[in-house]
């Protein structure tokens, strides 16, 4: 089912006497979610990712704009008639339930001709429990269950009715750093395995790179940038872009362009042809920095540090806007650190520029 969402706007009175105006959660937001896909919606927090998720599945209600599923507008669609499936970030599974009955709950609210027999509904979570590998927990209690298990008794639960679309906000939050890479990998396998239309909200931008087919980048309610997420690490639209996806970030510096060359301080580290003279922000991917004696970049060198297949050179600037600069360069490389400075080539390709003010992205040929 593919989503399309339409200048979709979300405003919430302002709360108290002195606030100024309405909060803007969620601004003309406008992209489609391609049928089967799964896309990453990646932010920092208070950006507007859940409003945007709670006005798709219909517990919010927009105040501008619309939402189709398929060819249907669903604006004013009631949740339950949707046909979406929600997990959030706190599981919220009920306590006193067994998961059996929890994973059950969704199927035995329905009405009319939806309603089921007892062997059918069985059999529907016996599936939507042996698609989330949790079939030997179905008679215990949450309390009973792991954080991991509790959220696949959660993602169970959304996919029990076999949603149109699925919705996930956050929902690897509460989960340790190696769950939450094992859970990933589990919601990717059951999003291809089922083919469903799959929302992905998180402000981790590596958690949203490595498991969705797009990612939609938004800031203070507004999106900045969608595409594969390759493309949009490659080829960011702006300053927050750039800096929002990637570990380690990407390295920023305060450069100068004069006469289609790059400076950064008294460096001549780049052609930029076409750009104008002027005062410009400059991106370095910490991949871009390629060690030469004779590269034209000159940093002051901190430490270096191993990474096994890596080594990060740790280094400092006057003019990079980091306390450090890092760079990523193979082991096999040797470091002379019994000297002050460090020099680098850089790789064109990861060098970005930025308007001053603007911060959007300024193209230059090489
Ligand atoms: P995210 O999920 O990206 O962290 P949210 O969508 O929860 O962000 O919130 C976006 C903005 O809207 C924030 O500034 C938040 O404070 C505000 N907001 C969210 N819900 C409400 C509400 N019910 N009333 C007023 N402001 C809200
Ligand atoms: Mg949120």
Excluded: W
């Excluded at 750093?177 to 589990?186: I, N, P, S």
């Excluded at 400076?263 to 910490?286: C, F, H, M, Q, S």
């Amino acid at each position: 089912m593919k989503v399309v969402l339409e200048n979709l706007t979300k405003e919430f009175p302002a709360r108290g006497k002195k606030a100024a105006g309405n909060v803007v959660a969620v601004d003309h937001v406008s992209f489609e979610i391609p049928d089967g896909s799964l896309t990453g919606l990646l932010g920092p927090s208070g950006c507007g990712k859940s409003t945007t998720l709670f006005m798709l599945c219909g517990l919010l209600a927009p105040t501008g704009g619309k939402i189709f599923f398929g060819e249907d507008d669903v604006t004013d669609l009631p949740a339950e008639n949707r046909g979406v499936g929600i997990v959030f970030q706190n599981y919220a599974l009920y306590p006193h339930l067994t998961v059996r009955q929890n994973i059950l709950f969704p199927l035995e609210n329905l009405k009319g001709k939806d309603k089921l027999s007892k062997a059918e509904m069985n059999r529907k979570a016996e599936e939507a429990a042996a698609l989330v590998q949790i079939e030997s927990l179905m008679d215990r209690k949450p309390s009973e269950l792991s954080g991991g298990q509790q959220q696949r008794v959660a993602i169970a639960r959304a996919m029990v009715k076999m949603p149109r679309v699925l919705l996930l906000d956050e929902p690897l939050s509460n989960l340790d750093a190696r769950l939450r890479l094992q859970t990933r990998e589990e919601i990717r396998r059951i999003q291809r395995e089922t083919g469903i239309t799959t929302v992905f909200v998180t402000h981790d931008q590596e958690e949203a790179m490595s498991i969705s087919d797009q990612i939609v980048v938004m800031k203070e309610g507004v999106v900045q940038q969608i595409g594969r997420p390759q493309d949009v690490y490659d080829d960011p639209v702006n300053l927050f872009v750039a800096k929002f996806l990637g570990t380690p970030p990407i390295n920023v510096f305060d450069g100068r362009v004069r006469g289609g060359i790059l400076y950064i301080g008294e460096d001549a580290v780049l052609n930029v042809n076409k750009v104008p003279d002027g005062n410009v922000t400059v991106g370095i991917r910490p991949e871009g920095f390629v060690l030469a004696d004779d590269g034209p970049l000159h940093l002051t060198l901190s430490r270096v540090e191993v990474l096994g297949r890596d080594i990060s050179v740790v280094s400092t600037s006057p003019h990079s806007r980091n306390e450090s600069v890092r760079s990523i360069i193979s082991a096999e490389a040797k470091v002379d650190t019994s000297k002050p400075t460090v020099a680098f080539k850089l790789k064109p390709a990861k060098v970005f520029l930025f308007h001053k003010e603007t911060e959007a992205r300024i193209r230059y040929g090489e």
